[in-house]
């Protein structure tokens, strides 16, 4: 079975463009999570999908970023426009929905980089 | 105000040796579960262990066990017979509620540096 995928694996842009990462979480699991960790800091909430809904999207910093997950399946996570302070490693997890005890399973990460 | 907190950024124990990361939480939901997880240098997340919070005993999985403490709202992970491999940052996280439709939260992390 394929894990969680995200691509690209390394960005790097410049302040003010746009980037858009995505998401591939294992087939059949209804929760999608994005997280960030920014320099080595805590593992920080953005915002959690159940299925194709907006389940919670409290952490999301500011309307520069926009999150999909279209018909339930892979997600995006747009920054438009990045400022310096967007670099970080950006992750993505996926659950199954019913027990409290899912674990999520995590991607690989995209390093994202704003010079 | 934070939810969960790892107070020991970093931490050393000598090969084989067993070792305990600590981690306290914040909640006013009676229906919880906490998480561990190892994220080695190569930067990927590992799940390692979960405790319910109506769970009687202390979840254990191979050399890895959670010393729950329900009263002071602490879940220290107990490493035991500690590896090379073993080095990693470890994360303490929460979900608050009943299913995992409910969102999860992670502290700032414990750095392990395991000597040989």
């Known amino acids: 079975e394929a894990g969680v995928t995200q691509f690209p694996s390394h960005s790097v842009i410049e302040k003010g463009q746009t980037v858009t990462l995505r998401c591939d979480p294992i087939?059949?699991?209804?929760?999608l999570y994005w997280y960030r960790r920014v320099m080595g800091k805590e593992i920080k909430f953005l915002l959690h999908?159940?299925?194709?809904?907006?389940?919670?999207e409290s952490g999301m910093p500011n309307n520069r970023f926009l999150a999909e997950r279209t018909g339930g399946t892979y997600s995006t996570l747009k920054v438009q426009p990045a400022e310096l302070e967007d670099s970080g490693v950006y992750f993505c997890?996926?659950?199954?929905?019913?027990?409290?005890?899912?674990?999520?399973?995590f991607g690989p990460g995209t390093r994202l980089t704003v010079t | 105000a934070q939810k969960i907190t790892q107070t020991q950024p970093g931490m050393f124990v000598q090969e084989k040796e067993a070792v305990t990361l600590d981690c306290t939480y914040d909640?006013?939901?009676?229906?919880?579960?906490l998480f561990w997880y190892k994220q080695p240098s190569s930067g990927e997340m590992i799940f390692l262990i979960y405790?319910?919070?109506?769970?009687?005993q202390n979840a254990t999985e191979g050399r890895y066990s959670l010393n729950f403490q329900k009263a002071r709202k602490s879940a220290n992970l107990v490493i035991s017979a500690s590896q090379l491999g073993d080095s990693a940052m470890y994360f303490c996280?929460?979900?608050?509620?009943?299913?995992?439709?409910?969102?999860?939260?992670f502290g700032p992390g414990t750095s392990l540096s395991v000597i040989p």
């Open positions: 909640t006013s939901d009676p229906s919880y579960g």
């Open positions: 405790q319910g919070s109506y769970d009687q």
């Open positions: 996280a929460m979900r608050e509620g009943k299913t995992s439709y409910d969102k999860v939260i």
């Open positions: 997890a996926s659950s199954q929905g019913g027990k409290a005890s899912y674990e999520q399973y």
């Open positions: 087939s059949g699991h209804d929760n």
């Open positions: 999908f159940v299925k194709e809904s907006k389940q919670d």
